[in-house]
């Protein structure tokens, strides 16, 4: 027996010259082609069940039966094609509830207009599988309808992204209640995603930071450095360093870096995770401090009389010129006693 693909709309339909196999339907329809052939059935079937996709002729006027459905649906849903030809209730059976209402639209689609929909289903074993279908309804001459189609295995696919959802959820969560700032932000330096807390640090919406590059962020003698550490991010390795971020109001505050670059599905770098922490407050402190202890160095190198720093055993810490002079000691000697070396001598 043959069957001959002829030209339908923006489809094809499969008519057998014979009777159908053992367990198998009249074939129905397979997308694409705009010629017509002549396929030795086995031929067909066997092109159907090499692309893994499950292919099916399902009439749903004036009743609801399978024509035709590739021996694949046994692997998608651990139920035969001859389970499914002995009645199509099964389909219904083992519909995920959450689906039905997507089913039945799909069923009561208008003629020829093209359908595509995801659908979850109960494998035998349990276990749910999702499939995406794209089909068309079609009316013969004989008063019938018929949905053709194929159905594709998309579980893989779907879970995948279930766990990037929940992972992204769980890095929103921490983002959110921290009150570090997290960044993430793509190669072409913009930020794809900014926590809430940017607005109480540096004024900005956490949706205007998407629309200004890093590179317009950080203050320009800070631009190097900030390079520098990117590059070590995407090599693989954990960027610290600190910069002055610019605030929406054009100030700058101090801000410590911490990044890493997060990989693609095919290894490459594919973002890079930041944490900026608000240092302004340390970082004043610290020039504070510096700057004291400056003004101290110069009272002490400048003073005329003799100036000493002892810790708490009476040994030199610090010593001015004045007072190596009238010790006749240089300082690095005095720096390795205590008051008692000088005094005894």
């Not at 002829?6 to 129905?28: C, F, N, R, Y």
């Not at 794209?134 to 766990?163: F, P």
Request: charged content about 25%; overall charge negative.
């Amino acid at each position: 027996m043959s069957i001959i693909l002829k030209e339908v709309g923006q489809g094809m339909i499969a008519k057998p010259t014979g009777s159908g196999g053992p367990g198998q339907g009249p074939l129905g329809a397979v997308t694409g082609g705009a010629a017509a052939l002549n396929l030795p059935e086995g031929l067909f079937r066997a092109l159907a069940e090499a692309t893994g996709d499950t292919f099916y002729v399902l009439r749903t006027e004036p009743d609801l039966a399978f024509e035709f459905i590739s021996d694949s649906i046994a692997t998608a849903t651990g139920y035969t094609a001859a389970e499914h030809y002995a009645g199509a209730d099964l389909l219904q059976r083992i519909l995920d509830p959450r689906d039905r209402v997507a089913l039945e639209s799909a069923l009561a689609a208008p003629v020829e207009v093209p359908i595509e929909v995801d659908l979850r289903w109960v494998h035998r074993d349990g276990h749910t599988v999702w499939t995406i279908h794209r089909s068309r309804k079609r009316a013969r001459k004989d008063g019938t309808v018929v949905l053709e189609g194929s159905g594709r295995d998309i579980t893989a696919l779907r879970e995948a992204q279930e766990r990037l959802a929940a992972s992204e959820q769980e890095f929103r969560m921490l983002a959110e209640n921290v009150t570090d700032v997290i960044v993430r932000t793509g190669l072409d330096h913009k930020n794809e995603y900014v926590s809430p807390s940017v607005s109480r640090i540096f004024g900005w919406d956490p949706g205007e930071m998407a629309e200004v590059s890093n590179l317009d962020l950080f203050h320009p003698d800070d631009l190097d450095v900030m390079a520098a550490a990117r590059e070590e991010a995407l090599a693989g390795g954990l960027a610290r360093f600190r910069g002055r971020i610019r605030c929406k109001d054009g100030s700058y505050r101090w801000a410590e870096i911490i990044g890493r670059a997060v990989k693609a599905p095919d290894g490459s770098p594919g973002s890079l995770i930041t944490v900026a922490r608000d240092i302004e407050d340390q970082v004043r402190t610290e020039q504070a401090l510096a700057a004291s202890e400056e003004r101290f160095r110069l009272a002490m190198v400048q003073a005329p009389h003799g100036l000493a720093v002892l810790d708490l055993d009476r040994r030199f810490v610090e010593v001015n010129p004045a007072l190596c002079r009238i010790l006749d000691r240089d300082r690095r000697w005095l720096l390795s006693h205590s008051v008692a070396d000088v005094v005894d001598s």
